[in-house]
Nanobody, 123 residues
C-alpha cells in the first residue's frame, strides 16, 4: 500500500515558478514509477510527467517539456515537480500517482493516486 499527499500548490503570476511535493507513505515506494497529472476545470485529466523508480528515466508531456522538471528522493519517499515559466493554461489540480512507467503516460497502469493540490496561474 502507498498513500500519497501533495503540497505546494497556490496562486502564481504567469512566468512565475512553483514547486510541488508529493509525500509517499509505505515501505514499497521504490517499487513504483511516479507521475504527475493535472485536471483543469471541465477538462479531462492529463499526463504531465513521470519518473522511473530509480530516477534514472523521466518523461514529459510536450506541453510542459523544457519548463517542468520531475525528481524524486527515495530516501525521503518524496517526489517533486518544479514548474517554471508558468502559463495560465497550466491552471489545474495537480495529482501525483504511483504505477508503471511504461503505461503511465496513457493514464493506465496506475495503482495509487493522491488527492491533488490546486495550482492557479494568473495572466
Amino acid at each position: 500500500q502507498v498513500q500519497l499527499a501533495e503540497s505546494g500548490g497556490g496562486l502564481v503570476q504567469a512566468g512565475g515558478s512553483l514547486r510541488l511535493s508529493c509525500a509517499a507513505s509505505g515501505r514499497t515506494f521504490t517499487n513504483y514509477a511516479m507521475g504527475w497529472f493535472r485536471q483543469a476545470p471541465e477538462k479531462e485529466r492529463e499526463f504531465v510527467a513521470a519518473i522511473s523508480w530509480s530516477g534514472g528515466n523521466t518523461y514529459y508531456a510536450d506541453s510542459v517539456k523544457g519548463r517542468f522538471t520531475i525528481s524524486r528522493d527515495n530516501a525521503k519517499n518524496m517526489v517533486y515537480l518544479q514548474m517554471n515559466s508558468l502559463k495560465p493554461e497550466d491552471t489545474a489540480v495537480y495529482s501525483c500517482a504511483a504505477g508503471r512507467m511504461a503505461t503511465m503516460a496513457r493514464l493506465y497502469g496506475i495503482d495509487y493516486w493522491g488527492k491533488g493540490t490546486l495550482v492557479t496561474v494568473s495572466a
